[in-house]
C-alpha cells in the first residue's frame, strides 16, 4: 500500500542521512528495484533525509535512469 511505501521511504531517508556524514556525497540516486516504486519512495525519502541530515551534509536526491536495469548493469561491470 501507499502507507507502507511511503514509511519504507522516510526510514530510507534516516539511512541514508546517517550515511551521508561519513561519505559526503554530492549525489544521491536511488536504482535498481526501489527506484521502481517512484515518488511513493523517493518522495518521503529525499523529505526524511533533509529531516534528519545535518545541512553540511545535504545532497540532491534523485531515482537513477537505468530503474531495475540498475542491478543488472552494476553485475554486468563488475564481471569485468
Known amino acids: ?5 511511503r514509511r519504507a521511504g522516510e526510514m530510507l531517508g534516516k ?18 528495484g526501489i527506484s521502481e516504486a517512484g515518488d511513493l519512495i523517493v518522495e518521503p525519502a529525499n523529505q526524511s533525509f533533509h529531516d534528519c541530515a545535518s545541512p553540511l551534509f545535504w545532497a540532491p536526491l534523485r531515482k537513477g535512469a537505468l530503474g531495475g536495469a ?3 548493469a552494476g553485475a554486468a561491470v563488475g564481471l569485468l
Request: glycine content about 4%; aromatic content about 4%.
Open 70 to 72: 540498475a542491478t543488472l
Open 15 to 32: 539511512a541514508i542521512a546517517s550515511m551521508a556524514a561519513a561519505f559526503e556525497p554530492e549525489l544521491v540516486l536511488l536504482a535498481g
Open 1 to 5: 500500500s501507499s502507507d507502507l511505501l
